[in-house]
């Protein structure tokens, strides 16, 4: 499995019910990571990563958001 649309399968969806999710909005609501889950536990051979400033950062001070909340009622 290489992509999403693998995962949820909807290719499927597209396939046999006709929906492509065209004129539709989504959002997502992030509300945190829950840190106390089970798989955030230390892990027992306590081998570490290190993660540079290149592997996370967009170079840009700011992104541009369209906020969308007028429709999340």
């Known amino acids: ?10 290719t499927n969806v ?8 065209e004129g539709l909005v989504a959002a997502v609501i992030d509300t945190g990571v829950d840190y106390t889950h089970k798989d955030f536990k230390a892990p027992s051979d306590k081998s570490k ?3 540079k400033k290149k592997d996370y950062d967009v170079g840009k ?8 909340k007028e429709k999340l009622h």
């Open 1 to 10: 499995m290489t992509t999403a649309k693998e995962l949820t399968q909807i």
């Open 14 to 21: 597209w396939k046999n019910l006709k929906y492509k999710g």
């Open 49 to 51: 990563l290190k993660i």
């Open 61 to 68: 001070k700011t992104l541009k958001v369209k906020m969308l």
